[in-house]
């Protein structure tokens, strides 16, 4: 190891998934034995706060950091990575792996690092909500967010368990009467859910926006008027069109959203609570991120 090797830090999460018994430092350190890495790592836990690791990032100055866990992991990553030019990989190891499945990056272990080594970096947006968010994937209001709180709460499992929790829950769940303002033009809506929309699917494989990109500077609201089965399963099983009577799409780069009650909300797959007001807006190019080759690079 010479003075000058370029750093990598590995960000892994014990607990993420149903992966907790692999022995990530081991697979990580076979990988990169003879690439001339400097190689550390850090253990999440509950007292690694989010300052204890931006110091580390700052003393070590990693060319990539990267985020070995689900989608909680990554987006607690991302947020220190913000600006920085450091570049954020991705070891999916959690149960919803949404980010990783959108660069289609390889849950098998061995394939998901040769990303690491022989992939390409590329320059992507984030949305930037309520100015102390940061969604890297897709947030929402409403419906979905409603399923993810019983998901934390321990009450879902898997794609079968979701969709069985969807049509129930569509069978008690009130629209709600909502003001959107895209790019400052306003209208009134009533929906079962509205969703900010950076990237295409949730980690589900669910396509909400098939016209999605991480790196077009703008995304996606897309407001869900009507619910019904038809359109789940649209959902479920792929990119299909989506009826225009029960779904619109509007290209934002900035967006504001009343609704005339409180309802709950979700970032990126963490639950958030209940709101009746969210602001958010595109912050173009702000994360480099490790992506397969043949993904678009810069």
Not at 67 to 74: E, F, I, L, S
Not at 105 to 132: C, H
């Amino acid at each position: 190891m010479t003075p000058f090797a370029p750093v990598i830090l590995f960000v892994i999460n014990p607990q993420s998934g149903s992966r907790s018994g692999i022995d990530w430092q081991a697979l990580i350190r076979e990988h990169f034995r003879d690439s001339g890495h400097d190689l550390h790592f850090q253990l999440l836990d509950a007292s690694v706060e989010a300052s204890v690791l931006e110091q580390r990032i700052e003393k070590l100055r990693p060319v990539m950091a990267v985020a070995v866990g689900g989608d909680g992991t990554v987006s607690f990553l991302a947020r220190l990575l913000l600006g920085t030019g450091i570049t954020l990989g991705i070891l999916p190891a959690g149960s919803a792996n949404g980010m990783a499945r959108e660069l289609a990056i390889p849950e098998d272990p061995a394939a998901a690092l040769e990303v690491l080594s022989a992939g390409n970096s590329r320059l992507t947006d984030v949305i930037r909500i309520n100015k102390k968010h940061i969604c890297l994937h897709l947030s929402d209001i409403g419906l979905n967010a409603t399923l993810i709180k019983h998901f934390e709460e321990g009450n879902l499992r898997g794609k079968l368990g979701y969709a069985s929790k969807i049509i129930k829950t569509l069978w008690t769940q009130k629209e709600m009467w909502v003001d959107i303002a895209t790019n400052g033009q306003p209208s009134t809506h009533r929906a079962f859910m509205v969703v900010l929309a950076n990237a295409t699917r949730y980690g589900t494989g669910a396509v909400i926006n098939p016209e999605g990109d991480l790196s077009d500077g703008r995304f996606e609201v897309i407001i869900i008027h009507r619910l019904a089965i038809s359109e789940l399963f649209k959902m479920l099983l792929g990119p299909r069109p989506f009826n225009p009577e029960k779904i619109s799409v509007y290209q934002a780069t900035s967006v504001s959203i009343r609704t005339t009650r409180k309802m709950h909300f979700q970032v990126d797959g963490e639950y958030l609570g209940r709101t009746d007001t969210i602001e958010a807006e595109i912050l173009a190019g702000k994360l480099r991120l490790q992506v397969p080759v043949g993904k678009q690079a810069d």
